[in-house]
């Protein structure tokens, strides 16, 4: 029931920026974790950023460090994506991921369906 909905995806020239943003709704208990994960044609599903809501922690997968920062807003249950001096390399559909654990401790993963993320002169 829970569902992501992914945006801000596009057609960008290399050394552009382009902001991602991924609402949440429909999860009755607080979002663990949320991120982003991408798939370039012919590669394999990578993560990108992910930030861990308790404890505060944030990883970045070392391609992107410096470059790409994820926020969050937990009040809307949002979590961003902003993405700067991109390359070619970086195009790829982006997806959103979330993480949720229930009070009673089962746990579910979340996919969006992804936002395309084009990166060319």
């Known amino acids: 029931q829970v569902q992501l909905v992914e945006s801000g995806g596009g057609l960008v020239q290399p050394g552009g920026s382009l902001r991602l943003s991924c609402a949440a709704s429909?999860?009755?208990?607080?979002?663990?974790?949320m991120g982003w994960y991408r798939q370039a044609p012919g590669k394999p599903r990578e993560l990108v950023a992910i930030?861990?809501?308790?404890?505060?922690?944030?990883t970045y997968t070392d391609s992107v460090k410096g470059r790409f920062t994820i926020s969050r807003d937990n009040a809307k249950n949002t979590v961003y994506l902003q993405m700067n001096s991109l390359k070619p390399e970086d195009t790829a559909v982006y997806y959103c991921?979330?993480?949720?654990?229930?009070?009673?401790?089962?746990?579910?993963?979340?996919w969006g369906q992804g936002t395309q993320v084009t990166v060319s002169s």
């Open positions: 991921y979330a993480f949720i654990r229930s009070p009673q401790g089962s746990t579910h993963d979340y």
């Open positions: 429909g999860s009755s208990f607080s979002i663990n974790d």
């Open positions: 930030n861990t809501n308790i404890g505060g922690i944030t």
